[in-house]
């Protein structure tokens, strides 16, 4: 079994967590990154060193992108994204709090 770890720690908050979560990624699906409820509004070093040792221990990594059930339009999750991909090297998204109503 593989997990989706959404570890919404900041890595100089518990380096802890970090290094166990890098140590155990050959049993994970994906790691969130989740620096600033999306990637902020410029790079974190912290979270930076932190994906580039997941991403050296063979982790995959997505950005966690808000949807705001529909509210936010689309063209800034797509900039969130970019910025994800730009600073963190993600391979993808998690988008959370996503509209369960067809027309959303």
Avoid at 11 to 17: H, L, N, R, T
Avoid at 80 to 102: I, K, M, N, T
Wanted: net charge negative; glycine share 8%; aromatic share 8%.
């Amino acid at each position: 079994m593989n997990l989706l770890i959404p570890l919404y720690v900041h890595p100089a908050e518990d380096p802890g967590a970090w290094h166990r979560l890098i140590t155990g990624v050959s049993r994970t699906y994906a790691v969130v990154l989740n620096p600033a409820n999306g990637p902020g509004r410029a790079p974190d070093p912290a979270f930076a060193k932190a994906a580039e040792a997941l991403r050296a221990a063979g982790a995959r990594l997505l950005g966690y992108l808000d949807t705001d059930y529909g509210a936010r339009e689309p063209a800034e999750i797509t900039a969130d994204l970019r910025r994800h991909q730009e600073w963190y090297a993600v391979d993808g998204c998690f988008l959370d709090q996503s509209p369960a109503a067809p027309e959303a």
